[in-house]
């Protein structure tokens, strides 16, 4: 195993990245596959690189824009010698040590990286609306995550699209700052626990829009509102609000690792209670890709550092460093 890597990180974003930190600073130097710009998922930087402001990650009072964040991030692992390619991994065998990591041609007959170790770090996305201009307005009106975004809303009108738990529970949150919360969902019911609908019901910030579908965006630089269209009858409409916060699910980035890690029914990967180690001695799971409750920047690195610290404490008790 002499041209074993000692930590091949496979995806960035908070948690890979902060792998990247830590792992190179107990001179393991690391390898990060960091995912390529032109993939919808295995963003480079992960999804705060979709972010403008953000004002809720600690040691920064005034807060930072996304993309800055994490080439601050990045920046800091390669200043420890941590190597970071741009590249997406193609294919992976964890069924033997070292682990083989395609890069490229998954059909190639070699393997482009052997690693002793390797933290996955790809992360997950939001299931969008599929919508044209979606991608421009991230950021700037148009969101998938109240708890980052909610505070900037502060007495607007604004609308969230979904109908299970986690819309009801992004149009709750946002509640506290916004006049006026939409809920448009497609149906004439919801998919949401009991509970979640009771206080819904109850909120009077609160109302739904039923039967109805989000067919395009308004506004040039910034979301002036929505158009609408009735799935019961076909009439169109439109919707003034200045924000939009899109909530019908996340997709874990887990396909590469399908029939190897075990994962949870969500496709989510699942690890050791209160740990980042997966089913397979020597592969551990941090950020998104394991997280399917909190998905924040901050649990993400943190998750990224145990992640870290645990694969520099298994080369050390496998006497591999």
Request: with cysteine; charged share 20%.
């Amino acid at each position: 195993m002499s041209d074993a890597r000692n930590v091949v990180i496979i995806g960035s974003g908070p948690a890979g990245l902060t792998a990247a930190i830590y792992t190179s600073r107990a001179t393991l130097d690391p390898l990060v596959l960091e995912g390529e710009p032109s993939s919808t998922s295995d963003q480079p930087g992960g999804q705060l690189m979709l972010t403008t402001d953000v004002e809720n990650f600690p040691g920064f009072p005034d807060g930072i824009m996304g993309p800055e964040l994490m080439m601050n991030f990045k920046a800091q692992a390669q200043r420890f010698g941590a190597e970071v390619q741009t590249v997406k991994a193609s294919k992976v065998d964890l069924s033997e040590r070292p682990f083989k990591i395609w890069v490229g041609d998954p059909d190639a007959a070699e393997p482009t990286h052997l690693a002793k170790t390797v933290i996955v770090s790809t992360g997950a996305q939001s299931i969008m609306l599929e919508l044209p201009r979606e991608n421009e307005l991230i950021g700037h009106g148009l969101s998938t995550c109240a708890t980052c975004d909610g505070f900037f809303f502060r007495d607007h009108e604004i609308a969230v699209v979904g109908g299970g738990d986690s819309a009801l529970e992004e149009a709750s949150f946002l509640s506290r700052f916004a006049s006026k919360v939409t809920i448009i969902h497609r149906r004439d019911e919801l998919r949401a626990s009991k509970i979640m609908q009771e206080r819904a019901f109850a909120n009077p910030k609160i109302e739904f829009l039923w039967n109805t579908e989000v067919t395009g965006y308004l506004g040039d630089d910034k979301l002036a509102g929505v158009t609408t269209v009735s799935t019961t009858d076909g009439s169109t409409g439109q919707l003034d609000v200045t924000g939009l916060f899109i909530a019908i699910g996340h997709r874990p980035n887990t396909s590469l690792f399908e029939g190897q890690l075990d994962m949870k029914e969500n496709g989510y990967l699942l690890t050791q209670p209160g740990r980042t180690a997966t089913n397979i001695p020597g592969v551990f799971a941090s950020g998104d890709v394991q997280d399917d409750y909190y998905r924040q920047a901050i649990t993400a690195a943190g998750s990224g550092c145990a992640a870290a610290l645990e694969a520099e404490r298994w080369l050390e008790e496998n006497d591999e460093h």
